[in-house]
C-alpha cells in the first residue's frame, strides 16, 4: 500500500548529484519518491533506512520478469541502474506512461470510468501470465519469506504472522480458517498482491503500466490479483473509488466465475495487511473487514 510514509525533504545535493528537483516528482508510495528525470527516465529515491537487499532482490525479479513482459498488454518496470549517494540508494529506472488509476477515478465520468475499472481488473488478471516458476507457493522477496507446498499452507501461515503483529486487535481472528475454503490452484505463477488503483497507470480507458512489483509479491494463485484489486476499491484504500465502481467490479468477478472466492480473498487480503498499523486508513479497513 501507499500511504504508510511521510516525506522527509531530500538533500539538495542528491537532487544535484541526479540532476533533478522536487517540482519533478510524479508520485510516492510506501517504498520510495519518484522522479522524473527526462521523457524517457525516472528516479526512484527510496525512503531513508530501505533494506539494500530488498532494492536487489526487487530488481533481480524485475529482470525475471522481462523475459515474459510481451506477454502482458501494459508496460513494467525496469531498472536501467542502481546508485548510492550517501545513505540513499536511488535506481534509474524507464519511465512509464499513463498516471495513476486513482488519479484517473477523481475525474473520469460515464463510460470511460466503467470501461477504466474493468480495464483495471482485465490488468490485474493478466499479472500471473508474467509467469515466474517456483517448486514452492510463497514470498518472492525478502529475508522473512515463507515457502509452502498448498497455497492454502501459505494463506495460513502469512495470515497467522501478520495477525500476531496485532493480537490486541485481531486475537479473535483464526488464520486457519481465512483459508481453509481455497481451492487448490492447478499451478502457481506470479501473484502482485499490491496491484490496486495506485500502482497501475491509465490513460483514458486504458491501462498502461503496472508498476511496484516488489517486496510483496508471491509465487501462488493468479486469481488473487483481480479479487484483491475489487477488494481494493474501498474507501479507505481508493478514496476516489464509489459506490458504481464496486458495482462495476463485482459484476466484472461474477462474469469470471470469481464471485464466490470475493468475501475469502477480501477476508484473507485484510489479514495479510494487519501488519500495517502504521497505516492509519489501511488499518482501520483491515478491522473493518475482520471484526
Ligand atoms: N517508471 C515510472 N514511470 C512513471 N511514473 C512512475 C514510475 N514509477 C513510479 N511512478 C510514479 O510514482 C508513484 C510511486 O511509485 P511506486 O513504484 O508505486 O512506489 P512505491 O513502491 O513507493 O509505492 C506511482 O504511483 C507513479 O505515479
Ligand atoms: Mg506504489
Known sequence: MDTIFVPMPEPS???????????????QGGEAIVYAMDAGRVARV?????????????AALLDELAVNAHRVPFAIPAVLETVTYADRIVTI?????????????????????????????????????????????????????????????????RAEVSLSSAR?????VDARALADDWPEPADFTLVHLDAFTGNMLGDGDTITAVLDFGVVAICGDRRLDPLTAAAYLNPWITPTAGDEDRAVAAAWLAEQGL????????????????????????????QTVLT
Open 13 to 27: 545535493n542528491l537532487f544535484d548529484y541526479l540532476g533533478i528537483g522536487p517540482e519533478q516528482c510524479l508520485g
Open 46 to 58: 527510496y525512503h531513508p533506512g530501505t533494506d539494500p537487499a530488498n532494492v536487489h532482490a526487487r
Open 93 to 157: 529506472e524507464r519511465r512509464l506512461p499513463g498516471r495513476p488509476v486513482n488519479e484517473l477515478l477523481a475525474k473520469v465520468t460515464g463510460e470511460t470510468r466503467a470501461a477504466l475499472i474493468r480495464s483495471h481488473l482485465d490488468a490485474a488478471a493478466r499479472i500471473g501470465d508474467l509467469r515466474v516458476e517456483r517448486p514452492w507457493a510463497g514470498e518472492l522477496v525478502g529475508r522473512h519469506a515463507i515457502h509452502t507446498a498448498t497455497f492454502a499452507d501459505y494463506l495460513a501461515q
Open 168 to 172: 490486541d486487535v485481531f486475537g479473535h
Open 259 to 286: 464471485a464466490d472466492l470475493y468475501e475469502p480473498a477480501r477476508r484473507w487480503i485484510a489479514a495479510f495487511w494487519s501488519f500495517a498499523r502504521d497505516d492509519a486508513a489501511l488499518f482501520e479497513w483491515c
